[in-house]
């Protein structure tokens, strides 16, 4: 049995709150460089979102997606954008809240717009021949839309459909230059 007033064992026990507060801090040094890894990462996502090149495929994804009379969007650089953003936030490596607080209503609203009226991603998987294509969009929308129903009132269909063809109004007002 250990002596508490026995100097190896005060040694022992000093030495293991010594490891156990190193790991502690180490965890929490970690966690902080991750969050802020994850806030970068999405600063950087956010301008790419508002640059030339993205804001002409939304301005292109929009025109679309209000006509009516076509079978297949001209662009998919909006759909991938997201699928990008799902996979890094499925794996961890972007926070689910702060997708949700900078990308949130954009993620929800073209997920929609591209699958009602018209599925264009269930037409894209048909045609390409593979039911994963853009899954991570799809997870990551779900995941949105769980975190809306926290926050706020869960939305309707109606709402959705109405605040989705506002913002594709929006986007076709796009201008090349911010």
């Known amino acids: 049995m250990l002596a508490l007033d026995d100097p190896t064992t005060l040694a022992l026990v000093g030495t293991w709150v010594v490891v156990v507060?190193?790991?502690a801090v180490w965890f929490w040094q970690t966690r902080?460089?991750?969050?802020?890894?994850?806030?970068?990462?999405?600063?950087?996502?956010?301008?790419?979102?508002?640059?030339?090149?993205?804001?002409?495929?939304?301005?292109?994804?929009?025109?679309?997606?209000?006509?009516?009379?076509?079978?297949?969007?001209?662009?998919?650089?909006v759909p991938v954008f997201f699928e990008l953003i799902g996979a890094?936030?499925?794996?961890?490596?972007?926070?689910?809240?702060?997708?949700?607080?900078?990308?949130?209503?954009w993620i929800t609203n073209?997920?929609?717009?591209?699958?009602?009226?018209?599925?264009y991603i269930g037409r894209s998987r048909e045609s390409f021949g593979d039911a994963s294509l853009f899954a991570e969009f799809e997870?990551?929308?779900?995941?949105?839309l769980r975190l809306d129903a926290r926050h706020r009132a869960a939305a309707t269909t109606a709402r959705?459909?109405?605040?989705?063809?506002?913002?594709?109004?929006?986007?076709?007002?796009?201008?090349?230059?911010a």
Do not use: C
């Not at 640059?51 to 009516?68: E, Q």
């Open 21 to 23: 507060g190193v790991l």
């Open 32 to 77: 902080q460089a991750r969050r802020l890894d994850s806030a970068r990462a999405l600063l950087e996502l956010k301008d790419r979102f508002d640059g030339l090149k993205m804001r002409t495929a939304r301005k292109a994804l929009a025109h679309d997606l209000l006509d009516r009379s076509i079978s297949e969007v001209t662009t998919v650089d």
């Open 88 to 105: 890094l936030t499925h794996r961890g490596a972007l926070d689910e809240s702060l997708v949700w607080s900078v990308f949130g209503g």
């Open 110 to 119: 073209y997920y929609y717009a591209l699958s009602h009226p018209t599925d």
């Open 139 to 144: 997870w990551l929308n779900g995941r949105m």
């Open 160 to 177: 959705a459909t109405e605040e989705s063809q506002e913002i594709l109004r929006h986007e076709l007002g796009l201008e090349a230059a």
